[in-house]
C-alpha cells in the first residue's frame, strides 16, 4: 500500500464524491443571486452577504470557485474515486478504499432523516454554485465527469474525509504492509488550540488562538472567508477547500479550534479462516462467508495510454470492510463510516450564540473525532476530547492491538457510544487557561486542573503522552501569572525545542557520538553541542540539526502513542544521518554554519523568502528538500486566527501562508508572504461597516 497514497486521504474533510447514477434532490429552492453581495476586503478575502443561510453558501461556494477552482477538481477527483485517472496506480488504491467503505450506500439510506429540511437548502444551494460555475467557465474543468455536483455527493465527501481524520489510515496502511503489529503512523503534523479565560488576561478578555497544523497549500490547505445572512449567520474563519460552511473559527459571539486527537476510533480484527472452503471464516462457532462484492477502478498508466478500467473485489465480514493479505485476513469497525451528519454539526456550531446551543451542537455527536477548544464572550472557556468512543468494547481486550475475529464478545454496536458528557473535558478550570496541542486529554491545563485517566474506561483508548509542543506550551503557560496580549502571542509563536520529551531523546545520541572514532564528524557534533534549537531565521546551527533530525524520522518507526519501536537505535544510524546532514549542508552551501533563513524558504511565484518554524515547536514547519538543497515547508503553520473576545467586543487578526486566491494571476497569491514569515498578522472584523468602507471589490456571482 503506497503511504503517500493513503496520506493524501489523510486530513479530508471535503466534499464530493459523485456516482452518475445519483440525482439531486427535489427541493424548492430560490436563489436570488442579485441578493448575494462578495465583498472582497484589501486582501482579498471573501466576505458573502445575503438574506438566508443558503444563499450566503451559494456566494461562498461561488467566491471558493473563482480562488481556486482546479484545485477544488483536484480534491473532488479524490472523493469520488477518480483518483487513478490522474495519479495512475497510487491513485486508484485510493480509489479502491473510497468503494471499500461503502459509504454511498450509508449515505443513501440515511439522508432523509439525519437531514433538515433547511439544510438541504443548503446542500443544494452548495451545489447549484459549483455545477453553474462548471457550466460557465468549461475551460477550467479538468474532467467533464466531475459534474453536476449532488447533495448526496457532498455529503459522502464530509463522511469520507472524517472517516480518514479518525486515522483509518493508520489501520488500512499497517494491513496492506502486512505490518501487524506495530503501527506506524506516519507523517502527523498536528495542531494547537489554546485559550485563556478573561480572569487570566489584563484586558478583561478571553483569548483564543486557532492554529491547526495543514499544508500550506493543496488540496488540504485553509480557505479563509466571512459568512453573513439575516438568518444570524456571522462567522469568520477557514475550511478546507470545497467544505460549504466554515469548519473552525468565530462568529459575534463565540469561538472555537480544532485539533487532531490519535486516539483508538478503529479497531483492526484477524479472521480466522476456514482451512479448506475459500472465503469462509469463523464466528461464534459458525462458519459464516465473506460477503463479496465488485469494485471497477479506472486507471491511467502512462499520460500517452488511454484509461484502462479494472476490477478489484471487496470483501466484508460482520466486523465489516475486509482485507486479504499475505499474512491473513483483516477486518476494519469504526464508527466515522456510519456517522454522516457532520456537515450540519459544524453548521450549527458556527450559529450557535452562547456556551449552551454549541454544546447542543455537539449532542448532535455526528462528527467522529478531532478536540475542540473554545472560548466566548460570556467568560467562558472549554476543552474536550471529542469524538465517538464505543461502550461496547471488552476490557477483556487491548483495542489499539490486533483483536480476535471469530468472536461476538469483540463485535461492539455501531449506535452505542459514550456521550459528550462522559468524554475528558473541561470547563472554566479554575487554573484558567486550556490548550492541546495532538497530545493526550489528560494535561490540557495546569496540573492542579489536569484530569485523571483512571476516571475513563481505558477500551475508550485515549492517548497518555506529551508532544514537543505539549511540553514547551507547559513550561511557558504554567509560568504566567497574568497574560497579556503580547505574551499570548509571543506563546503561541515560541519556536523553542524543549529537551525533556522522550519523543525527542533520542535525537540526544547524537551528541555521544565518539569523535575519536567517527573524527570526520568532529567538527558536526561539537555545532550540535553548541546549537540553540530554535527556529529562528538567524539560527546559523540549527540547519544541521533538523538535517539530521529529518533523517532520523524516516529511519525510525513510531507507533500511536509515537513511542519509538525501539529506542535503542543503533549509534551508526545517527552516525550515517549526522553524515547525511553535513554533506548536505557542504554540498548545496559550502558550510556547516548557514544562517537558516538561507536553507528553509517560502516559495512561490517571484518572492523567495526565509521561513522560520522547526518540526514539532509550537510554530510548526515540517519541511521537506528541494532539488536545490533548500527546505520546502510541506506542512505546519499555515491559517492562524487570533481572537481577542468579551464584553468589549471582538478583536480579530489572521494570517494565511500565501494568500487568499490560488491563481497566479491574482495579487492575492502571494501578498500574505512577508506577513506570515515575520510572524505578523493583518486585522479582522466581523463589522459590516468597515468591510463595505474598505472594500475593493463588491460584486454578485453570476
Not at 170 to 189: A, N, V
Not at 229 to 256: F, P, R, Y
Not at 284 to 310: C, N
Not at 467 to 474: P, Y
Amino acid at each position: 500500500m503506497s503511504r503517500v497514497a493513503l496520506t493524501a486521504c489523510l486530513l479530508l474533510f471535503t466534499v464530493f464524491i459523485l456516482p452518475a447514477q445519483q440525482k439531486s434532490l427535489s427541493i424548492d429552492l430560490q436563489i436570488r443571486k442579485d441578493s448575494i453581495f462578495i465583498v472582497r476586503d484589501t486582501w482579498g478575502v471573501p466576505h458573502i452577504y445575503a438574506p438566508t443561510d443558503e444563499e450566503t453558501v451559494y456566494g461562498f461556494m461561488w467566491a471558493t470557485c473563482e480562488d481556486d477552482f482546479k484545485t477544488l477538481q483536484e480534491m473532488l477527483a479524490i472523493t469520488k474515486g477518480m483518483n487513478g485517472r490522474i495519479n495512475g496506480k497510487d491513485g486508484a488504491v485510493t480509489d479502491y478504499v473510497v468503494q471499500l467503505l461503502d459509504i454511498q450506500n450509508t449515505v443513501k439510506q440515511k439522508f432523509d432523516q439525519t437531514f433538515s429540511h433547511k439544510f438541504k437548502k443548503i446542500l443544494q444551494a452548495a451545489c447549484d454554485a459549483v455545477n453553474t460555475y462548471a457550466t460557465l467557465n468549461p475551460k477550467e474543468i479538468i474532467i467533464k465527469k466531475l459534474f453536476p455536483v449532488t447533495p448526496y455527493e457532498i455529503i459522502q465527501g464530509y463522511v469520507l474525509g472524517t472517516t480518514f481524520l479518525s486515522s483509518i489510515s493508520e489501520s488500512l496502511t499497517k494491513i496492506f504492509e502486512d505490518r501487524l503489529p506495530p503501527l506506524d503512523p506516519g507523517k502527523q503534523y498536528g495542531s494547537n488550540g489554546i485559550a485563556v479565560h478573561a480572569s487570566k488576561t489584563n484586558d478583561g478578555q478571553n483569548y483564543i488562538a486557532i492554529n491547526s497544523h495543514q499544508p500550506l497549500e493543496g488540496v488540504f490547505s485553509w480557505y479563509e472567508a466571512h459568512l453573513v445572512s439575516n438568518e444570524g449567520l456571522n462567522m469568520l474563519g477557514s475550511s478546507l477547500l470545497g467544505a460549504i460552511t466554515l469548519n473552525q473559527g468565530v462568529n459575534e459571539h463565540l469561538a472555537w479550534a480544532h485539533t487532531l486527537n490519535f486516539n483508538d476510533f478503529f479497531d483492526v480484527y484477524k479472521l480466522t479462516m476456514h482451512p479448506k472452503k475459500k472465503d469462509w471464516y469463523r464466528f461464534d462457532g459458525k462458519w459464516l462467508k465473506l460477503e463479496k462484492k465488485k469494485t471497477k477502478l479506472a486507471v491511467k498508466l502512462k499520460k500517452w495510454l488511454p484509461v484502462i478500467t479494472i476490477s478489484k473485489p471487496a470483501y466484508y465480514s460482520v466486523y465489516g470492510p475486509t482485507l486479504k493479505t499475505k499474512s491473513g485476513v483483516y477486518s476494519i469497525r469504526g464508527v466515522a463510516y456510519n456517522k454522516i451528519g457532520v456537515a450540519e454539526q459544524w453548521y450549527r456550531m458556527g450559529k450557535a450564540r452562547n456556551f449552551s446551543e454549541f454544546k447542543k451542537a455537539l449532542e448532535m455527536q455526528q462528527m467522529p473525532n478531532m478536540n475542540i477548544v473554545y472560548a466566548d464572550r460570556y467568560d467562558t472557556i472549554f476543552y474536550i476530547s471529542n469524538g465517538l468512543y464505543p461502550k461496547g468494547r471488552s476490557e477483556r481486550y487491548n483495542w489499539k492491538q490486533l483483536i480476535p475475529g471469530d468472536t461476538s464478545e469483540t463485535l461492539w454496536s455501531m449506535e452505542d457510544f459514550y456521550s459528550i458528557d462522559e468524554l475528558p473535558h473541561y470547563l472554566n478550570p479554575e487554573c484558567g487557561y486550556v490548550y492541546n496541542t495532538n497530545h493526550t486529554p489528560f494535561f490540557a491545563s495546569k496540573e492542579d486542573c489536569s484530569l485523571d485517566p483512571k476516571a475513563y474506561c481505558r477500551t475508550m483508548g485515549f492517548q497518555v503522552r506529551h508532544f514537543n509542543r505539549s511540553k514547551r506550551l507547559k513550561q511557558l503557560m504554567d509560568t504566567v501569572q497574568q497574560f497579556n496580549w503580547k505574551l499570548f502571542k509571543r506563546i503561541k509563536y515560541d519556536m523553542v525545542v524543549p529537551d525533556t520529551v522522550v519523543f525527542i531523546t533520542s535525537v540526544e545520541k547524537f551528541l555521544t557520538i565518539d569523535t575519536l572514532q567517527y573524527p570526520d564528524l568532529a567538527e558536526s557534533v561539537r555545532i550540535l553541542h553548541e546549537c540553540e534549537r530554535v527556529g529562528d531565521t538567524a539560527n546559523p546551527n540549527v540547519a544541521l540539526w533538523l538535517l539530521a533530525f529529518m533523517d532520523l524520522m524516516n529511519k525510525v518507526k513510531f507507533d500511536i502513542e509515537f513511542v519509538p519501536h525501539s529506542v535503542e537505535t543503533p549509534i551508526e544510524v545517527y552516525v550515517e544521518c549526522l553524515r547525511n546532514a553535513r554533506d548536505h549542508l557542504m554540498k548545496h552551501f559550502g558550510s556547516l554554519r548557514v544562517p537558516f533563513g538561507k536553507v528553509q524558504r517560502l516559495r512561490r511565484a517571484d518572492k523567495d523568502l526565509p521561513l522560520p518554524g522547526l518540526p514539532d515547536v509550537l510554530a510548526a514547519m515540517y519541511p521537506k528538500k528541494r532539488k536545490d538543497g533548500t527546505l520546502a515547508p510541506e506542512s505546519g503553520d499555515c491559517y492562524i486566527l487570533l481572537a481577542k473576545i468579551g464584553k468589549k467586543g471582538i478583536e480579530l487578526e489572521s494570517v494565511n501562508a500565501y494568500g487568499a486566491s490560488n491563481r497566479p494571476e491574482s495579487k492575492h497569491y502571494t501578498d500574505q508572504m512577508e506577513l506570515f514569515v515575520n510572524q505578523k498578522t493583518k486585522p479582522m472584523t466581523l463589522e459590516k461597516e468597515a468591510i463595505w468602507k474598505n472594500a475593493e471589490r463588491i460584486y454578485h456571482p453570476k
